[in-house]
């Protein structure tokens, strides 16, 4: 099959050849053809020498490359690219854990498949695609998962509808596109949540954070404990489970709150050290005095695109300044944003003046990151999202 032609302008092939998987679409000089959202196409740079081939974008990213070598996509080409996915979860030991059976199985370009995610919760994948290309391969996809993964994969479900763009127009529904199952109980070192991809927030838990969540239970022995957007209550099992005295769960979302409290009870029933409030962050923070030793602040992306950030960056000083003002002496602040657009060195600056607000003496423990079942591509520094401090307050 020839593929239709994208031509690059002279010298925009730089980022292809150190492969870079967008094309923006100022890069682009000409089109062979009039084309689809969501095509296959080849880009060429502006002497015809082959570069890549990728799916075609309307918008600044024209097109989101899946392949740096002349090959079929074909059914080989994607059981290539899944098993290679699926094998990099086994070697991490997360897929056949006996403690903890949830985890991203595909990172978007971190696994070569710009536009895709999906998420394993024991036995059901849930299928995100946010690149047109990657919707209509979708069945196609899940047949070949199922392949490699065997017994360990029983149901696919699709939750594209609100991650494709929305001018593209094709009316997507979610739902399951291999088999069925339901809501379920998973796992995250020995820890359970009751998980619903079809009614929760992005693909039902947010994965990322788990070895972050690990990471506060061995500092919570004897402390008082805020979760502030606390969305599923992750980090308030690791306190508790690493004996906090106290955890309070903050989060705007009603739902968030009713979540927290059912997953509470799996794990620790009847526990009277937690408690669970619906309130807004910036609201609750602004008067908590010395209550609390520990505090975990996993905001929202404050800037979902560049335009924001500005904003985004006041809101980080400001909320992490409310944190380092009340915190008691020898306090932890556990810090984080998931903004893209936000860089690991413009968090740090808006954490600092947030810290130099507060006049206190703040030492950096522990830098963190997204976990190695989201992987950044080398050649994609864009890829790393998750950034994290951990502070010691004097
Ligand atoms: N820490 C969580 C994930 C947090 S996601 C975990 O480990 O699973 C961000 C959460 O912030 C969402 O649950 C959202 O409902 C909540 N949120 C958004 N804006 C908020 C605000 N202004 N105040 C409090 N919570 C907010």
Redesign the pocket.
Known sequence: MTLPVVTLKSGKEQSLNRFHPWVFSGAVKFISRELEEGELVQVVSSKKDFLAIGHFQIGSIAVRIISFEDTPIDEDFWIRKLSDAVQLRRDLGLLGSEHTNVFRLIHGEGDGMPGLIIDYYNGTAVYQAHSVGMYPIRHELAKILKKIMGDSLKAVYDKSEKTLPYKADINPENGYILESSEPCVVKEYDLSYQVDWILG?KTG??ID?REN?KLVEQYSNGRDVL?????????SFFALQGGAKLVHS????AK?IELTKQNVELNFKNDKRHEAFV????D?MREIKDRYNLI?L???AFAKHRGALRPALQAYKRINAKAFEQIRPGGILFT?S?SQVVSKDKFREAVFSGAAISGRKVRILHQLHQPADHPINIYHPEGEYLKGLVLYVD
């Open positions: 927030q838990f947010f954070q969540r979760n502030m957007f606390c969305y599923s209550g992750g980090f903050v989060d705007a979302s968030a309130a807004d962050a910036f609750f975990v996993d905001p929202p984080f998931c």
